[in-house]
């Protein structure tokens, strides 16, 4: 695609945007600033205006039949979570029985890992990306400890190559291979937080399962961001949150992932609560975990109603635009958003190092600056762009499908002209 780095253009390609009607969707915080844009979506997405009143009907189920909520009206709590089932399908390319919400991120993290690291003396380690995001690297090392190994001898992290900042497939499969047999685990992120590379997630199962390890994805910055196709890429279990790109509330309800082949088998072992017993005898209250042969079958605890409430409205919205126009748009987008910064940065001699793979991205871009980049930063918060600043020298832009315009991106490039030239 041609760009170029006008107002009229941006404006034309928004007015040929098949899902421009979804940016009127969504709550832009015009308080931060009134001229707000908005590229966030990567941390916390923004609130849909369909939420609120989908949230609050069942504030009213609750004031109007209080306990016989669980069993009454249009989604009785005890089912709450399936209703999201059937619109999580196509976001995660995968089956209705294979997916469910529940807890947050971190703790689904631990849970799943209860049952696909388990550890021998000969089979232990765990592979993942050097760089993960704390929580999960904190989990690794927790697991590894629990189990009783050393982080260092247990965790294999895989590096990109000296004067590289991302990872390539090869070393990845490579790392896998030279271990063999010794790992039990490969656990990495669909898509790395920081740099925003998406990882080639069949290619690396594949890679696990050879050596005859399970093999698992955080997907908090992959999930409504990038295609996934879950069942077809024979993936274990995957875990996300769905805050960032799936604007469903700060701290909102997780998801999880387990693939039939897994999920079916009721013999695998968890950590089990009564919301994973069959559900025909859950109130019968009787001795012996008896497990639920799907995903279902980890849940812990009774729906977290008011969260599956707001992720119901979000996933709403996504059914309605649609994955594959939301990849479409988010590849045009993020290209005019390259496109921007290149063109912004070669005329200003202002040396912006772009991190983010071409060939493996979502919509997220992260821009390495120079040292006292964080005066540019300031300058572009001060001027009304939310994006996020990672230290020491580096800035996280995601100009989101849904909500985002090519406008929003041709006036970032106007206040980053500006920013540049103020020095
Ligand atoms: C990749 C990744 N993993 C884990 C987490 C932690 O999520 P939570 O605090 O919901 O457990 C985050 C949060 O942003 C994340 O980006």
């Known amino acids: 695609m041609e760009y170029k780095n006008t107002a009229d253009f941006a404006r034309q390609q928004d007015q040929q945007d098949p899902l421009r009607k979804f940016r009127d969707q969504f709550h832009l915080p015009a308080k931060l600033h009134q001229d707000v844009i908005y590229f966030c979506g990567n941390s916390l997405g923004l609130q849909p205006k369909n939420l609120r009143a989908q949230v609050e009907k069942e504030l009213q189920k609750w004031q109007d039949l209080a306990v016989e909520g669980h069993f009454l009206g249009d989604h009785p709590w005890m089912d709450y979570h399936k209703a999201l089932k059937q619109p999580m399908t196509d976001i995660f390319g995968a ?26 003396a000969t089979r232990y380690k765990i592979v993942m990306e050097a760089g993960a995001f704390p929580s999960d690297q904190y989990a690794m090392e927790s697991q590894a400890k629990i189990h009783g190994f050393a982080y260092d001898d247990a965790v294999v992290e895989v590096s990109p190559r000296k004067g590289e900042h991302t990872l390539r497939t090869e070393d990845i499969v490579q790392t896998i291979e030279n271990l063999g047999e010794s790992v039990a685990l490969v656990m990495f992120s669909g898509v790395n937080y920081y740099t925003g590379q998406v990882f080639d997630m069949d290619t690396i199962t594949k890679a696990g399962h050879k050596v005859g390890a399970y093999v698992g994805f955080d997907l908090a910055h992959a999930a409504g961001n990038v295609a996934l196709h879950l069942h077809d890429w024979n993936i274990d279990f995957a875990v996300w949150c769905t805050y960032k790109y799936l604007n469903s509330s700060p701290g909102g309800i997780s998801g999880v992932f387990i693939h039939e082949k897994n999920a079916t088998d009721t013999s695998l072992p968890r950590l089990a609560g009564w919301w994973g017993h069959n559900e025909d005898e859950r109130f019968l209250m009787k001795k012996g975990f008896e497990a639920m042969p799907n995903v279902d079958g980890w849940q812990l605890s009774n729906a977290q109603v008011l969260l599956q409430a707001a992720h119901l409205a979000s996933l709403q919205l996504f059914a309605q635009a649609g994955m594959p126009q939301l990849t479409a748009k988010s590849k045009k987008l993020t290209g005019y958003l390259e496109f921007v910064i290149r063109e912004v940065c070669q005329n200003s001699h202002y040396p912006i190092e772009i991190i983010t793979p071409t060939e493996a991205r979502g919509c997220q871009l992260s821009l390495l600056v120079p040292q006292e980049g964080k005066k540019l930063f300031d300058y572009l918060h001060t001027h009304g762009v939310v994006g996020d600043w990672r230290e020491p020298n580096s800035i996280r832009i995601a100009p989101v499908p849904l909500y985002n315009s090519f406008e929003d991106v041709y006036r970032f490039g106007q206040i980053l002209k500006n920013g540049i030239q103020q020095g």
Do not use: D, G, I, Q
């Not at 529940?102 to 703790?107: G, I, K």
């Open 95 to 120: 089956k209705p029985n294979e997916l469910t919400v529940m807890n947050s991120l971190t703790v689904n993290l631990h849970l799943l890992m209860a049952t696909f690291y388990r550890p021998t």
